[in-house]
DNA sequence: TATGAATGAGCGTTCATTCAT
DNA sequence: CATGAATGAACGCTCATTCAT
């Protein structure tokens, strides 16, 4: 058996184009925006030609679309992997906050480039046939962790998981979107871990206590 | 008798060209970001030439510098003119984070144009000698508010107004600034007046439950 | 029995390929030039692959050499099924000048074509071993009727079938090739029927009143 | 008085640039028509940059505009300095039919170029605002001309100076445009100068043919 | 016989910027 | 104080064609 033969069959050598043409797509969109980055760098840096971005994808609007569709597929991918003890609800609920701050910590090409889709008034994600089914799994991921507070009469009832996966996303979105006017603005380098993990804890904070029960004192889950 | 000295003297015609380019400059970087918005069209929507961007700005990269502290100004002024209670806390507060979410709604170009320049990392930012004294009106007005509840015994003292400066500004920045992804992603339309002013109470309930020490009951205030 | 050869043998679809590659490309030629006319374009149009005109044809060149040679065979096709009662020479220099005229109003195709061979001086045509045979069926075709009517002593003897024939072709073909700026230039709509059949008429009389001796009079076959 | 002072000022610069560039559009034009000639060869050719066409003419469609009016501003011009012997109309109607075949075979430009804007269906020349004024002075010499000769008593009157007229073009552009096709076609080299002259001659007897009343015999003019 | 993949040159156009007065 | 002219690099994209099975 021979794995390392220099067979390298057709299909899979288009698909290696197509794939490190994606790839590319993803890290000069995600430095320089759509407007900012050249087909030809994104070219150059898969080590393959314009002309097979045109080829793969019609056009540098349509690699595009095919770079949304792969961060919201990745995003999508990796919520699926975070598991949740839904017999700790407010545990749950921690986990949940965390993995999407840090998620957009550890993925500013996420960030960065969906701002500049929203630069242009979301025009691309209206196009992508995938977009309807982007939203639900994150969603769910606090939906199970809010519900399961419910069940046990932790949480509010009053509270939906739309508003507050809202929040978890916008605490933690913009502390990475905007860290650098941030970091001018409160003359403190935002980017520090030390810092970092401060914010997460009073993301974390500021969510358990929306969320929790005038009952339930969130003292005795610190 | 002055004869050469008209309606329009030499001197306030120069200052008006060069603010009509400073406000074409906010309209098209806000529109297009600082690499979409194109030095010509921001000389021609000011009905002037592109020579005098050059004449009063040195460069397309100052011009963007003015157009940073120049929206900055703005920002700093509105908040100028916000009046609190301090008197009733709760109510100052919430003043303050209807004031923020509704500067974010009303401002799209300062949303965008703090994007575009995080998306440059922040570069321009540094270079301007106003940047530092930018942030403390802004976060005064949540500082105010917070101080006099916590010297009231009604707000914690373990919150900074720092983390509830940010904490207002990325609930009301990303519903903002992820709109058009945001409401494809939900499946709603997030500009809808309906939508917008639920999510402002939402914001206002979730800031006062972070700050309310567990004493008291937030029902009191609604 | 043979089950492999069903209903489109393997020949015949390689004919039909090449038969509406051909077809397609007098269509695109006809409409952008040859410059202007993309291989992809063509292919597309025949529901092929663009790698199919060079297994055909070799090169763009090549298919364009063909495109040629096949318009000019259905002209002496067309010129080949018309009949001329040579009894009537008058009748017969008429029915063929009308034939012209028809023929480049109703085949805009050989109009353009060759207007785009005669852009690249001709210098596909004489690479086509067939040209040499084009022209003797459409002279001759003036020429049975001419000569016709000079044994008649209808028409005179100095003048030439092939200046008759050129002198038919101009203005039949000019009246299509130029009838954009034409139109624009007289301000009349030439493509409109009234005026093509005054025009008709007033080549048939132009020529008849060209050949004709002084001894006989036009209005008697008028 | 210096006239020949190495002073170049602005003005004049900017007019030679313009100028060169549309000399060199309607070389490139004329040679390989609008779609074949590329904007950098002309302005190689004029000797300038690609960016001064869009500076002066907005577009590559913009200077193929400017170039549909400078060949026509040239043939009008060339048309005024016909002079006519009204007092001997057949002359006359001689002088303006030579006038035009000649020009037609000295301005080949005038030829492609027109054909270029026929492929286009004339999408250009119903941009331009001095379309309209184009036909007027070329038809007025071949209507001073029959006019003078139906006054007299020697033309027909039921001719119109327009029939005669595009009679008279599609003669004469039809040898020029087609020459090679038609070369090829009739196999003799129609550039020919002996074959030309030909051509002319029996251009001359057909108009004067067609126009001249039946009681006038020809033979006398000749 | 037929096809997906790849190629490099060139296209028309726009960019931010500088020159010369 | 203001302007018309010029510049060269880069842009997104399309071209005819060839490679490798």
Request: aromatic share 12%; glycine share 6%; proline share 3%.
């Amino acid at each position: 058996m021979n794995l390392t033969s220099g067979r390298t069959p057709r299909q899979s050598r288009a698909q290696d184009t197509r794939a490190s043409l994606l790839q590319a797509a993803i890290e000069v969109f995600s430095e320089s925006g759509l407007n900012g980055g050249s087909v030809s760098r994104i070219a150059k840096l898969a080590e393959s030609h314009d002309r097979m971005i045109y080829y793969y994808f019609g056009s540098k609007e349509g690699l595009f679309v095919a770079t949304l569709e792969e961060i919201y597929r990745q995003y999508n991918e990796a919520e699926s992997r975070v598991e949740l003890n839904l017999e700790q609800p407010v545990d749950a609920l921690k986990t949940a906050t965390v993995f999407f701050v840090r998620y957009f910590r550890d993925h500013p090409e996420f960030v960065t480039v969906l701002n500049s889709e929203n630069l242009h008034k979301g025009k691309h994600i209206g196009r992508s046939l995938l977009a309807s089914q982007f939203s639900k799994p994150a969603i769910g991921l606090v939906h199970r962790a809010l519900h399961a507070g419910q069940a046990k009469g932790l949480f509010r009832v009053d509270v939906s998981s739309r508003d507050i996966y809202v929040m978890i996303s916008a605490m933690g979105y913009f502390y990475q979107s905007n860290q650098y006017t941030l970091s001018a603005f409160l003359d403190e380098p935002l980017r520090d871990p030390k810092l970092f993990y401060q914010w997460e804890a009073f993301v974390v904070k500021a969510v358990l206590r929306t969320v929790l029960n005038d009952s339930v004192k969130l003292g005795q889950f610190e």
